[in-house]
């Protein structure tokens, strides 16, 4: 009896070490969309109403997490953005505006191209 839990105590101290030495999962970098103020957003794409995707005028996409949900996200036809603290790029310190309502970004990073609708079939 002894034995077998002294086998289970050596096995379980074993694993430890090699559960410990896996890689951390990397987050995805910090970016800045520059030229704002010169019209560097292309299109847009709301997420639901706590995520935006930004596209530059190169084509690269980007996404904005909020920092709380901005209602009218979902609904919006046009944005401002608000970069008074980045000088003129956006980035995680700047905001988006959708119909009056001011929305903080907390993150923005590169991204792939928003994933594509549904659409509705008929029936």
């Known amino acids: 009896m002894t034995r077998t839990l002294i086998a289970l105590a050596a096995l379980a101290v074993a694993a430890v070490p090699a559960a410990a030495q896996k890689p951390a999962p990397t987050q995805p970098k910090e970016e800045s969309i520059p030229f704002v103020q010169f019209g560097n957003i292309y299109d847009f794409e709301a997420d639901g109403d706590r995520g935006i995707y930004l596209q530059n005028r190169a084509r690269q996409w980007y996404y904005a997490s909020l920092n709380g949900p901005c209602t009218n996200l979902p609904f919006a036809t046009r944005i401002a953005v608000d970069t008074r603290f980045a000088g003129d790029r956006l980035d995680n310190s700047g ?8 929305c903080w970004i907390a993150s923005l990073t590169k991204s792939d191209a928003p ?4 659409s509705a079939k008929k029936q």
Do not use: E, L, S
């Not at 905001?95 to 001011?102: E, K, P, S, T, W």
């Not at 994933?115 to 549904?118: A, C, Y």
């Open 95 to 102: 905001r988006i505006y959708v119909d009056g309502q001011a």
């Open 115 to 118: 994933p594509k609708r549904q």
